[in-house]
């Protein structure tokens, strides 16, 4: 059983405006792109030890340097300009849409950098690096260069097995996919199936697939196929969310479940107690040995004090399951 997080945490809390202040001087051009790095490098390193000593033992960098899920990754390739601002699923959060208007090349390494000083700030603690799912990113493009949206997104993942590759050799041992637009897109499942397959290919390391926003229940079958070590699944989203009844009949063997359990859309922290009891209702169907614990989505909707609480809750229930 290990203590996990999805992907980004709070840049920012009510007693650190630091990052805030720096980007608005940045942008006046009042700080350099160097002191922008060093407020960067330094945000992170802190949101790192908060992760630590909230007792969480696979780690992100809390994606720090990401405006949002696309608009990061997409700056680092060639082929694409800045869009509008359009709604992340059904929560109040913006994203900046990536405009395709040439063939998609990787410029510059996408989160290996990144992964770099992380892995070096965690010390010991192991930190495993993510990227939007090639899926998810291509289908919330605007594509005006592609005939089609199937070369769109076997150009991604062809890029995305890149850095995969990179991540890989520099000694990366697990890679995690956030790829919440399949659970939506049931109609496209042979794609995303081959997009993942691509991505993974001739990769030296461990892959996770991580969904949220909704059940699995329209895509259940189609996901457990993916060949991926571990499946993040979100039980905390949508009025009858059924992954339950799904993990209790048909979880594959082979597989660890990312099970998403504590709500990362709302500040109200879970009862320890209430945790620790579908931990263990969870464990005693797919085994404690392939179980990652961890928010069904990442935790920057939260403010930043939240955030920690409701990591420092988890571990509570873990540490009470362990005995």
């Known amino acids: ?128 690096p993510v990227l939007t799912g090639p899926y998810t990113f291509a289908k919330f493009c605007l594509n005006q260069h592609y005939a ?22 520099a000694g990366a041992k697990i890679i995690q996919l956030n790829e919440p637009a399949v659970l939506f897109h049931p109609e496209d499942s042979r794609l995303w199936i081959e997009a993942t397959k691509r991505v993974i290919e001739g990769v030296g390391a461990d892959f996770a697939l991580y969904t949220f926003f909704a059940d699995a229940s329209r895509v259940w079958d189609p996901l457990m196929q993916l060949p991926v070590k571990i499946i993040g699944l979100d039980f905390c989203s949508g009025e009858e969310n059924r992954n ?35 931990i263990e209702w969870v464990a005693s169907i797919v085994g404690a040995d392939r179980l990652h614990v961890n928010p069904n989505c990442g935790l920057e909707f939260l403010p930043r004090a939240d955030a920690k609480r409701k990591l420092e809750t988890l571990a509570a229930a873990v540490r009470k399951v362990r005995g």
Do not use: C, H
């Open 1 to 128: 059983m290990v203590i996990t997080v999805v992907d980004n945490y709070p840049k920012i809390s009510e007693q650190d405006q630091r990052l805030r202040r720096a980007i608005a001087a940045w942008e006046d051009g009042k700080l350099s792109d160097e002191e922008l790095e060093r407020v960067y490098d330094e945000v992170t390193q802190q949101v790192i030890a908060e992760q630590i000593d909230a007792g969480v033992e696979l780690l992100t960098d809390g994606q720090i340097r990401w405006d949002d899920a696309l608009s990061y990754l997409a700056r680092k390739l060639e082929g694409t300009q800045r869009g509008g601002l359009l709604r992340w699923f059904d929560n109040n959060f913006y994203f900046r849409q990536p405009v395709v208007v040439g063939k998609l090349l990787r410029k510059e390494p996408l989160v290996l950098n990144d992964w770099l000083k992380a892995r070096q700030w965690a010390n010991t603690v192991p930190v495993k």
């Open 148 to 169: 089609n949206f199937e070369d769109l997104l076997f150009d991604v993942a062809a890029i995305w097995n890149e850095e995969a590759k990179a991540l890989a050799d």
């Open 244 to 278: 339950d009844e799904l993990v209790k009949s048909e979880f594959p063997q082979d597989k660890i479940l990312g099970f998403g359990i504590v709500d990362a859309r709302n500040i109200k922290p879970e009862p320890v107690d209430e945790l620790a009891r579908e």
